[in-house]
């Protein structure tokens, strides 16, 4: 196996440089994750890999974005399986730390606060969630920032990369960078699906076949608002809710159509008019015991 597994942020600073300079790169790509690593994991790995000349993937299941201990202790830890997957994609560095190396005194005092485009959607069934993701983000990105120039004597490119199906965590996590004037690139990988149409996510192995048929319902209602957008006809909000609501297996939590920067409701492009512009659906329910998110990009 090519890659290499460091469990120290002086680690990956180190081997982080070392890298590029053997290899005569300026770029450096990173990618954080939580591990239980799927296909769209890969894509966000094969992206970074392709665009940078040292490509690192974190793996840390990161405790401040649990408020259930339950759900934290049975989240899946996979690490030789991540590794294959990674080692195959061409991925140089994994970063996985244990809990103490990243909060070597505990839970910490001082922490990222995502604001009030944390506490809506997401933040609102899940206090504190945005807020802790943002902490650790912050770490991970001063973590893997390259040390030391690149091979042509300037500073080293760098670029984090997050999945377009955690929307708002990448909303925040690009307002954090923008408003903290953090040294890095945001991009933005689209959603990877299985070819039923669901979006691929770690939890997804917890659905029984009934629940994982059921969850389809919520891809069919995001691409029939797609459709009405490209279209240029009304969105027809409601009836996208109701076909939600159709299932019963699903308990739906919110779907809306919002702007992709602020995820303020675009309530004038739901109903009688036309859509123009852009926007994006979002959408959030519980399948049996497990709570899925997804979201499309509405284009006029």
């Given amino acids: 196996m090519a890659i290499k ?16 300079k053997e290899k005569g790169g300026s770029s450096l790509g990173f990618v954080p994750t939580m591990g239980a690593l799927h296909s769209g994991h890969a ?27 339950v759900d934290l202790d049975r989240y899946p830890r996979t690490l030789e399986a991540d590794m294959e997957l990674l080692d195959a994609e061409g991925v140089d560095l994994v970063f996985a730390p244990a809990v103490e190396e990243v909060y070597p005194d505990g839970q910490p005092l001082v922490r990222v606060t995502s604001g009030p485009l944390g506490e809506k959607w997401e933040g609102a069934s ?19 920032l390259p040390a030391g120039p ?7 490119a760098y670029r984090a990369y997050f999945g377009q199906k955690d929307a708002q965590q990448l909303a925040l996590v690009r307002r954090m960078v923008t408003d903290l004037n953090f040294p890095v ?24 076949a009934e629940e994982r048929e059921a969850a389809l319902v919520l891809a ?15 969105l ?27 995820l303020e409701p675009l309530a004038e492009n739901c109903q009688d008019t036309p859509f123009r512009g852009e926007g994006l659906a979002i959408i959030a329910a519980k399948v049996g015991p497990v709570r899925l998110i997804d979201n499309i990009p509405l284009d006029s």
């Fill in 5 to 20: 597994l460091v469990t120290t942020a002086a680690e990956l600073r180190s081997e982080g440089a070392r890298l590029l």
């Fill in 43 to 69: 894509t966000l790995a094969r992206t970074a890999v392709a665009a940078n000349d040292v490509t690192a993937v974190s793996i840390f299941v990161n405790p401040l974005q649990f408020g259930d201990a």
């Fill in 126 to 144: 899940r206090p504190g969630h945005f807020d802790g993701a943002l902490t650790v983000v912050a770490k991970l990105l001063h973590y893997a």
């Fill in 150 to 156: 690149a091979a042509d004597g300037g500073a080293a």
């Fill in 185 to 208: 690139e945001i991009v933005a990988v689209p959603t990877v699906r299985a070819e039923d149409g669901l979006a691929l996510s770690s939890r997804n192995r917890f659905l029984s």
């Fill in 220 to 234: 069919r209602a995001l691409r029939l608002l797609e459709q009405r957008a490209s279209a240029h006809e009304p």
């Fill in 236 to 262: 027809d909000l409601p009836s996208a809710v109701e076909l939600v609501r159709s299932q019963p297996l699903v308990e739906l939590d919110y779907f809306d159509v919002v702007d992709p920067r602020t």
